[in-house]
């Protein structure tokens, strides 16, 4: 592998303030805001070395200290023996485009995510900003994932993990990568957008297969999550906990949603408003939410999108909840807009009729539904124990679902 630094001791530096005193010259890209160029600040790595790892890092640790560069990684495959890490650097890792440039993390260890990108350390302010991040690269085969920073009991994030960051993920590709939580990517006390990217056929032992957002806000926008799985509950495709801080919220937007599956109950997009000391709202707008299933071999759970807490936490706007096995929903949600949601409220069975078996089933689950919602799919209303409310519910809705 060769590295071409390009420009980076070019009078552009030299003059850059002389040339911000009257505004920028023009510039076809200036992703930083400092009168200069791209172009001048972008370092070329081509696959042709022994040790892609090595020689792609070595490009992030020569970055100065608060100066912002594009690595730019030519078409090819990298395979990686040592994970990468972007820890304070301003970087954007760009690629050639989805399937030209692809880190491979077939041969890393355990305990290694293919990127590690941002602070260990939990910061005040946002840490990069969000032209930093990766672009146009595909993740592939990230068997393992990191430790969680001051933890050495859960893997996550397979492919990335984000860490107090505003660095962003665009038109990405992430494929057969693994972990305990977050197969494909974990985004950690972070406020990180992604966007135009497709996560498939990821998975994680634990919880989310695909994106998993903890402790953070941000956006997944115009993304393809298809299927992926996770092993115990949780979103099989995208799942979060809580916002960075209380009062914010994650979107999700114009995102296509399916053929997801967990194991044991679950979703493929699962929401916990609340992370124990922030909460926040899910925004779901636009999507589609379809063909996901939850509970292999025993169908059981809401296929299609648990949400936890009051309705008004989890707002979901045009957006389709269809054809998910067992059910489409699980808790409550607000609905507006065209929004649909294709099941027959009371209809436990999923025999297309509300009748006394679905009372028996309700019965038999009275009660509370303990820690990891073992009873979801008879809690009707989402309040986390089968009681009278549910009943009433039933009860309302009595006869055929047409």
């Excluded at 070329?44 to 890092?57: C, N, P």
């Excluded at 054809?323 to 099941?343: A, P, Y």
Aim: glycine content about 16%; some cysteine; charged content about 10%.
């Amino acid at each position: 592998m060769t590295t071409t630094a390009t420009g980076l001791l070019s009078l552009a530096f030299i003059a850059s303030p002389a040339l911000a005193i009257g505004g920028c010259p023009s510039s076809p890209s200036d992703l930083d805001g400092n009168c200069i160029d791209d172009a001048a600040q972008t370092v070329t790595v081509d696959d042709s070395a022994i040790d892609d790892a090595a020689t792609i890092q070595s490009a992030i640790d020569a970055t100065p200290a608060g100066e912002f560069r594009i690595i730019q990684l030519a078409a090819g495959t990298y395979n990686l023996p040592s994970g990468l890490q972007v820890l304070d650097q301003r970087v954007l890792l760009r690629g050639a485009g989805i399937g030209q440039t692809i880190l491979n993390g077939l041969p890393l260890p355990s305990g290694s995510s293919i990127l590690r990108y941002g602070s260990e350390i939990e910061l005040a302010g946002p840490g990069q900003p969000a032209y930093c991040g990766v672009q146009g690269i595909t993740f592939s085969e990230g068997n393992y994932g990191s430790y969680l920073p001051n933890s050495t009991a859960n893997f996550v994030g397979g492919g990335v993990l984000f860490m107090n960051t505003s660095a962003s993920i665009v038109a990405c590709r992430f494929q057969y990568c693994r972990s305990g939580n977050g197969g494909a990517a974990y985004v950690y006390k972070s406020r990180s957008d992604i966007r135009d990217s497709q996560f498939q056929f990821n998975a994680a032992q634990n919880g989310v297969g695909g994106i998993l957002y903890f402790r953070s806000s941000g956006s997944v926008a115009n993304c393809l999550l298809n299927q992926n799985t996770a092993g115990e509950g949780s979103g099989a495709a995208f799942g979060a906990a809580g916002p960075r801080a209380t009062g914010e919220g994650i979107l999700l937007k114009d995102c296509t949603v399916t053929q997801n599956k967990c194991f044991i109950e679950g979703s493929a997009v699962d929401w916990n408003w609340s992370s124990g000391t922030t909460t926040g709202t899910l925004t779901i707008d636009g999507c589609v939410i379809s063909g996901n299933r939850s509970g292999d071999p025993v169908v059981i759970g809401a296929g299609g999108l648990r949400s936890s807490g009051p309705s008004t936490n989890c707002q979901v706007i045009d957006t389709q909840i269809c054809n998910n096995t067992f059910s489409n929903l699980g808790g409550v949600v607000t609905l507006s807009g065209s929004s649909q949601v294709c099941d027959c409220v009371g209809d436990i069975n999923l025999d297309g009729i509300r009748n006394g078996a679905d009372v028996g089933i309700l019965l038999g689950y009275w009660g509370d539904c303990g820690p990891n919602g073992g009873c979801s799919f008879a809690d009707l209303d989402g309040s986390g124990a089968v009681d009278g409310a549910d009943l009433g519910m039933l009860l309302a809705g009595w006869g055929s679902c047409g």
